[in-house]
């Protein structure tokens, strides 16, 4: 089974950007939804920000929207998550998988609809 490949992590100070690539195949990347999740130390994954395949649709925690934008490079087969004004809190590993499931006409938040999981990119803010 495929394994999407994340990176782009690092440690940053509390303001700061930094930009998340997850890769995937041509056959994933063009036929699925594509989500990042979080993890934090001794928290559950959540999830952060999907796109749709054909790029048009998208979704946001609550806890990033204006802050996380979420794209398709489609010459390099990478959704990619520019992340502004991060925070401490947003310190975690950050997850990429694909997802083939819609719900209200957009890509499914629920963590159970992914699979193909990367390793993580480990991302730490500090204030």
């Known amino acids: 089974q495929e394994q999407l490949v994340e990176s782009g992590g690092g440690s940053v100070q509390a303001g700061d950007s930094l930009r998340l690539s997850c890769t995937a195949s041509?056959?994933?990347?063009?036929?699925?939804?594509i989500g990042w999740f979080r993890q934090a130390p001794g928290r559950d994954r959540e999830f952060v920000a999907a796109i749709s395949r054909g790029g048009l649709s998208t979704r946001y925690a609550d806890s990033v929207r204006g802050r996380f934008t979420i794209s398709r490079g489609n010459a390099r087969n990478t959704v990619d998550l520019q992340m502004n004004s991060l925070k401490p809190e947003d310190t975690a590993v950050y997850y990429c998988?694909?997802?083939?499931?819609?719900?209200?006409?957009?890509?499914?938040?629920?963590?159970?609809?992914?699979?193909?999981w990367g390793q993580g990119t480990q991302v730490t803010v500090s204030s």
């Open positions: 041509a056959r994933t990347f063009y036929n699925e939804h």
């Open positions: 998988g694909s997802s083939t499931v819609v719900f209200n006409g957009r890509p499914t938040p629920l963590e159970r609809d992914f699979h193909s």
